[in-house]
């Protein structure tokens, strides 16, 4: 920043602090800068802090946005000769619709494209389950994903240098820094990851509840509204699920863990809120980019994964990326495993009336699935698999979870915190909805 004759970072970090809205010159250079590495860690810690407590008006976001968007290329996907879209999640636990739905969709004729993240808080990343998979590579160049979107018909791929790196460093940072429960922030840093790729369709899953950043309905719709405005803003069709995430989504909580539960759906051998889930992404991309009728596409998404058309293309996109695509047929032989596999009981008989699973998500975290500091590795041999569901009749002394872990120390603190995590009832609970509102865009963009 320094050196362009703009404020100095410092400035920039107390306007925030004291509450006044940045010009967008301001908040442009500050981004950029810290992108190039000319504005430190600890300067850029403290403006997301008082960002994080200060909020950002529409018109910051948009500018943030924006910025994060130039700190690197933008991805055009004409000439995949398919209709394009991306899928995001803001983040939940045991969240690996992702992991089935870019397979899916690009098996049933789309292109799918997408910039991933890491693990964020307690929430798991779809990079860091991806990479469990021996050899995957996500660190991909643009033109490697457009190749490979041709040649394949899905890439899932990681910010890099060259594509929105402001939001690879910034988002590390948040989730050191406490600074992840924004909504300007995570809108920024979704909405930068999807504008930077030229799709028809951008398809957002925003999560609330307990293993969510938004942790009721409300706050959801709130976010999902914010994601939508600059989805407005760059002239971008954006449809957005607000989605339960008051459990767990799958079963599994971790890395290897979920990639063999993704696995098992695309492989059609698994029924469930994951496939549900990942069915309805597929389902509205191929009504609103190939024109089928809403029982038509959910058809179509169903037929892909029960023919074993999703595992395929999975097979195909992994191997593209430097993985083992034998883990489809085998994953036991390929993934990871961890020394310690330890049952969990019930201590009670009962209906399971909730679950905190943000407190799963950190007793995974804990065993090492996810990272205290931005450098810290992730073991993608760990983690939790979690069975019963809310509404779901529990019984005392029944397995409920599998704790996969490093050491038997490690895995009695996880046993603990599952206890602690969750609530029996002696009286029938209600589930909750899978999906409380469609909000956005019914328009895609034009045919290619
Ligand atoms: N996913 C993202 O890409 N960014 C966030 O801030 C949260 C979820």
Redesign the pocket.
């Known amino acids: 920043m320094s050196g362009d004759g703009l404020t100095d970072p410092r400035d920039v970090v107390a306007a925030k602090r004291d509450g006044r809205e940045l010009r967008t010159d301001e908040l442009r250079a500050f981004v950029l800068g810290y992108a190039r590495r000319e504005i430190p860690d600890y300067v850029a810690a403290a403006f997301l802090m008082a960002a994080y407590l200060q909020g950002l008006s529409e018109r910051e976001t948009a500018d943030l946005t924006r910025a994060m968007i130039d700190s690197g290329e933008t991805l055009a996907l004409e000439g995949t000769g398919r209709r394009t879209v991306d899928k995001?999640?803001?983040?939940g636990v045991s969240d690996g619709v992702t992991l089935v739905f870019a397979p899916l969709a690009a098996s049933m004729g789309l292109a799918v494209a997408k910039l991933?993240?890491r693990g964020?808080g307690h929430?798991g990343g779809t990079l860091d389950k991806l990479e469990a998979i021996p050899g995957l590579r996500t660190d991909l160049t643009p033109e490697e994903m457009r190749r490979q979107v041709e040649a394949v018909g899905c890439a899932v791929a990681a910010q890099t240098a060259n594509l929105v790196p402001a939001?690879g460093a910034l988002?590390a940072l948040?989730d050191a820094t406490a600074t992840?429960a924004s909504i300007p922030?995570?809108a920024a840093?979704?909405m930068s990851?999807k504008l930077a790729v030229q799709t028809d369709l951008i398809l957002l899953d925003v999560k609330a509840g307990s293993g969510a950043?938004m942790k009721t309905p409300q706050a959801a719709r709130d976010l999902a509204a914010a994601c939508v405005a600059l989805a407005r803003d760059f002239a971008r069709p954006c449809r957005v699920a607000v989605t339960d995430m008051s459990q767990p989504l799958g079963t599994a909580i971790g890395n290897a863990l979920d990639v063999a539960e993704a696995i098992r759906v695309l492989r059609g051998g698994e029924r469930g809120p994951l496939r549900e889930l990942s069915v309805l992404f597929a389902a509205e991309a191929r009504r609103l980019l190939q024109g089928d009728g809403g029982a038509a596409a959910r058809r179509a998404a169903e037929h892909a994964l029960d023919t074993g058309a999703a595992a395929e293309s999975f097979a195909g996109m992994v191997e593209a990326q430097g993985g083992d695509p034998r883990v489809v047929e085998s994953p036991a032989d390929v993934l990871p495993t961890a020394p310690v596999r330890r049952e969990v009981r019930a201590r009670a008989s009962g209906y399971l009336g909730s679950v905190d699973a943000e407190a799963l998500g950190r007793a995974a975290g804990a065993l090492g699935a996810g990272r205290r500091r931005k450098e810290d590795p992730v073991d993608p041999s760990v983690g939790v698999e979690f069975f019963p569901r809310v509404g779901n009749r529990v019984d005392r002394a029944g397995v409920m979870a599998i704790v996969h872990a490093r050491s038997e120390g490690e895995a009695e603190a996880a046993e603990a915190s599952i206890h602690d995590a969750i609530r029996i009832s002696e009286d029938p609970v209600e589930p909750p909805p899978l999906v409380f509102a469609w909000m956005g865009s019914e328009e895609t963009a034009v045919p290619a």
């Open positions: 995001h999640s803001t983040g991933s993240g964020l929430t939001d988002y948040r992840v922030l995570i840093s979704v990851k950043f």
